[in-house]
């Protein structure tokens, strides 16, 4: 799997996927469809220090989004976000986060990458289960979408427990452009 940096020309392409039900369901804000709105994103995105930012390519094909956000550099540790776009490559979910842990503990240097994820996203809250993660709490009543409140699942992973728990995970090492 390849990450590769975000472009001008793969803007339409993250809009259609961010506006599509398959992933806005999940997101904790709805977003108008703009491509100008993308480009003020793109411009803002470019300029964080505390982020990291790609889309996914998987033999060829762009298949969806990654990123590492809020990243605090003092204490090492971030935030992680993904969503699979394209749908056929919906079965390399259960992978992605053996590729960011591999990616964010030996390359960038972070000790911890949290999850955040909504109560109606049982697959994804699975897939940080099922790699190791620990589930350290709840937000209530967090988000508010289309006038229903839903609680935010929070989820951890620090390297000294990937270190003991992905060890079967090692192979899975993005090739990341810069």
Known sequence: MRWIPIEEQHLQQILDWRT??????????????????????????????????????????????????????????????????DLKYAMLAGFIGAYIYNYAFKELGIEKLIGEVMDINEGVQKLHSKQGALAVGIYEHHICKNGVWHDVYIFEMTKERWQEVGSKFNKYIPQVQI
Do not use: A, C, V
């Open 20 to 85: 599509s039900e398959h992933i806005t369901r999940y997101m904790y804000t709805d977003i108008e469809y703009s491509l100008e709105n993308q480009r003020k994103w793109l411009s803002s995105i470019r300029k964080n220090e505390n982020g990291r930012y790609w889309l996914m390519e998987y033999r060829g094909e762009l298949i969806g989004f990654i990123s590492i956000t809020d990243i605090n550099w003092r204490h090492k540790r971030g935030f992680w976000n993904f969503y699979i776009g």
